[in-house]
């Protein structure tokens, strides 16, 4: 197999009309291009699982399989969902730009195709997916729980490992949009922030004692939005507390309890001793964190979680 340079984009061209593919071919070529092309559905699906192209320039109509379906069918593979996908289409009906942009498709040009118009949006839609990767990188080699989803589909592009098993442990089959693979709670979340102008507060799904908190992380981003998932527990934030002012296991959930306003006769019931008890271990809290009440012993601690988090 040919090596492409990391610096030659690979464009695959799907279109079941000769001349179409023949024009495109060379005018991408020209402009520095390396171009695949297929002549229906099924061999642009298995070209772009074996190449992996940088952006994908679709038909709209052919026999077989369409270009919606095979878009949606690229989208629903986890090794093709990220290329972006350009639609060429003769029909300017709104119903099937809509069907194209509801299949995960990025952006369209209309036939007959004009060459200038076409390298135009390749180059930008490759200048966006590029700062993706990078971005996906980076969060992939720091251990990230992220997502990327297009903005008016909700359509998650891309997601790095962590935040794969994440989604997969919050959310069963019935949580799922069957149209755009995403959670059916983030894509509410979504629309919310569409219509307050991205100012909406973090989504948290609650699962037990455990909590996934969906927030923006790129509030200028206009190709793809970024959003990063924390999982928060009543576990993890007990050792948070145990970590930062050196308690042990018992006063980390005393003091994780009082935070959460329950009394002494509360938390023995739930960690399963005496009020009193429960009061020699609070008394413990105090002078470790060099408070005097419960109150800024709650207040100290959520400060410094909120920090951590932040961090």
């Known amino acids: 197999m040919m090596e492409v340079r990391k610096d030659t984009a690979v464009v695959l061209i799907v279109d079941d009309v000769p001349d179409n593919l023949a024009v495109l071919h060379d005018a991408l070529d020209e402009s520095g291009y390396m171009v695949l092309v297929a002549n229906n559905g099924e061999t642009a699906l298995k070209r772009a699982e074996e190449a992996r192209p940088d952006i994908?320039?679709?038909d709209a109509i052919m026999p077989g399989l369409d270009g919606f379906e095979v878009c949606a069918r690229l989208k629903a593979n986890l090794n093709t969902q990220h290329i972006p996908v350009i639609f060429m289409t003769g029909l300017?009906?709104?119903?099937?730009?809509?069907?194209?942009?509801a299949a995960g498709g990025t952006d369209y040009v209309t036939k007959p195709i004009r060459t200038a118009e076409v390298l135009a949006r390749i180059n930008t839609h490759l200048?966006?997916?590029?700062?993706?990767?990078?971005?996906?990188?980076?969060?992939?080699?720091?251990?990230?729980?992220?997502?990327?989803?297009m903005p008016k589909s909700g359509r998650i592009v891309w997601q790095t490992p962590l935040a794969r098993d994440w989604m997969q442990r919050y959310f069963s089959a019935s949580d799922i949009d069957p149209v755009t693979l995403t959670p059916l709670a983030v894509l509410k979340w979504l629309a919310n922030l569409r219509e307050d102008g991205k100012e909406s507060m973090p989504l948290t799904i609650v699962q037990g004692s455990g909590r996934l908190v969906f927030s923006l992380a790129d509030l200028n981003a206009e190709e793809q939005w970024i959003i990063i998932l924390r999982e928060e527990s009543d576990a993890a934030q007990i050792e948070a507390l145990m970590q930062t002012f050196g308690l042990t296991q018992r006063e980390s959930?005393?003091?994780?309890?009082?935070?959460?306003?329950?009394?002494n006769r509360d938390i023995g019931d739930i960690l399963g001793t005496s009020?009193?008890?429960?009061?020699?271990?609070?008394e413990h809290v105090f002078a470790k964190l060099g408070v005097e009440t419960r109150t800024a012993a709650a207040a100290l601690a959520t400060s410094k979680l909120r920090n951590l988090k932040a961090g």
């Open 56 to 58: 994908i320039l679709l």
């Open 92 to 101: 300017t009906e709104s119903e099937h730009v809509v069907a194209g942009f």
């Open 127 to 149: 200048q966006a997916s590029r700062q993706m990767h990078q971005a996906r990188g980076a969060l992939d080699a720091f251990g990230q729980a992220a997502i990327a989803v």
């Open 253 to 263: 959930e005393v003091l994780y309890w009082a935070i959460k306003g329950k009394t």
């Open 275 to 282: 009020p009193r008890t429960v009061n020699k271990h609070m």
